[in-house]
């Protein structure tokens, strides 16, 4: 993953650059990260045992504002995919115009064989490992894959007694009981949805004769189908790491989501119990699922879907990335070829770090909006920066992509040069 991120987002990068005015020195600059820290983290096992994980955290670049991004727990984090995901999160953050660098970090552990507090003592061990390499206004941590508000709740918790004081703004993602903002949980899907609507509304698409396609059905996934068929789309197809289903008339997606949720399996709802009788479907599998003739696809599970492979299959007219590098540099050609307008990840999924800059804001200033005024604010910025690509696009003759990236690149340009020319370490 770490690589074929790096090397998507790199080739990305250079494909944008012939249409930024990008100095010699910024270019050196965002060729190495910043900061990378590799640490060991003890932890006292249940049995008594002692235990020893690998953690990293990397700020990439902190031209823009302190670094900002997740941590993820996985057996694979190795320091390169840390590094890739701190690169990607430079551009995320510099595209939606939050004031942030981007950063990510990691421990290279399987947590589902750790018990709760097992996960507890590694979630505190790793914040006193790298509590002089992060703060409110350095480097502020989130979730990411594996780690959920529970976990930041704990972090917040470990760093605040470091400080001794509270320091909820050095974490984002916590529980709402703990500092974290109301909307944080579905922002992901929130955002990707005010983007697509707003997109389909201007190219004079009415939701009702709009049909969906959603790989995925997970945080991103579930609440984007879900929002959409409260909005009149016709989502006909979903899919979870199972399998697929599909019902060309529109499935029951809330009665879908209660099914998952209560089994944990989509394969449930196959054939037996409401949903079947709702509905009629038929059972497809997920590669079907992509090649489906509907108007919107949107890929929310895995990166690397949709490639060389099958890019000539693919018959829908738009594809919104809610995951992260769902589609792969090759395969954009192909998309391109065919005329499907591709609005890309660093754009789409970008709802979850745009509620995590207001929960840190409102942390900051100790004053707390409603669920109203979060959706209202995040409706605002999509839109904004989703307006701005589109205008990029279609003066510099550029797919979406391409625009998001010359997007990022202008702010991050601006920012070198603002700096001047001392080179301060
Ligand atoms: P999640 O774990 O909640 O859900 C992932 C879903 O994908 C699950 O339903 C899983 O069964 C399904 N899946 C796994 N393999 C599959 C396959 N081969 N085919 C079809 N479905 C498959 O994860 P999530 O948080 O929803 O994240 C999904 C994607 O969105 C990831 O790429 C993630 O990086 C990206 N993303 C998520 C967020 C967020 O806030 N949740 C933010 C930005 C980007």
Not at 139 to 161: F, H, K, R
Not at 164 to 191: D, F, Q
Not at 194 to 217: D, E, I
Not at 343 to 354: C, K, M, R
Request: charge should be negative; hydrophobic fraction near 40%; include cysteine.
């Amino acid at each position: 993953m770490s690589h074929s991120l790096f090397t998507e987002a790199s080739q990305r990068f250079n494909k944008a650059l012939q249409y930024v005015d990008l100095s010699q020195d910024a270019i050196a600059r965002l060729t190495y990260p910043k900061a990378s820290l590799s640490v060991s983290i003890p932890v006292r096992m249940d049995d008594g045992t002692l235990n020893v994980y690998q953690g990293y955290r990397v700020r990439y670049d902190d031209t823009r504002g302190p670094t900002k991004g997740g941590v993820r727990f996985h057996p694979h984090v190795s320091l390169d995919e840390v590094q890739s995901l701190a690169f990607w999160m430079t551009f995320k953050c510099a595209a939606l115009g939050l004031p942030f660098g981007g950063a990510k970090g990691g421990i290279t552990v399987n947590p589902k064989q750790l018990s709760s507090s097992e996960l507890e003592r590694l979630s505190r061990g790793y914040v006193n490992a790298i509590a002089d390499f992060i703060g409110p206004d350095v480097d502020i941590l989130a979730p990411d894959v594996y780690t959920n508000a529970i976990i930041m709740g704990w972090m917040m918790e470990q760093y605040s007694i470091i400080r001794r004081k509270s320091v909820p703004s050095v974490v984002t993602g916590k529980p709402v009981v703990m500092g974290g903002s109301l909307g944080r949980n579905t922002a992901t899907a929130m955002g990707a949805f005010y983007v697509m609507n707003h997109v389909l509304a201007l190219q004079g698409r009415v939701p009702h004769k709009t049909s969906l396609a959603v790989q995925g059905f997970g945080n991103a996934g579930a609440v984007l189908a879900e929002l959409a068929s409260k909005a009149g789309y016709k989502v006909v197809a979903v899919s979870d790491s199972k399998g697929a289903i599909y019902a060309a008339q529109g499935l029951d997606i809330p009665s879908i989501r209660q099914f998952k949720e209560s089994s944990r399996d989509l394969k449930a709802v196959y054939c037996k119990g409401t949903v079947c009788d709702v509905v009629e479907h038929d059972v497809i599998t997920n590669a079907e699922l992509l090649e489906l003739d509907v108007d919107v696809l949107a890929p929310a599970a895995l990166e690397n879907q949709i490639t060389v492979e099958n890019a000539d299959r693919i018959q829908a007219r738009y594809i919104f990335e809610l995951a992260n590098g769902p589609t792969t540099p090759e395969a954009d050609d192909i998309l391109d070829e065919k005329g499907i307008q591709v609005f890309p990840d660093i754009l789409v999924n970008a709802g979850g770090v745009t509620v995590s800059y207001f929960e840190w804001v409102q942390n900051r200033g100790g004053f707390y909006w409603t669920l109203q005024d979060v959706n209202q604010r995040l409706h605002d910025k999509m839109v904004e920066e989703t307006n701005q690509i589109l205008a990029i696009a279609h003066d510099s003759a550029v797919s979406h992509r391409t625009a998001a990236y010359i997007h990022a690149l202008t702010r991050l340009g601006k920012a070198f040069n603002a700096q001047g020319l001392s080179v301060e370490y």
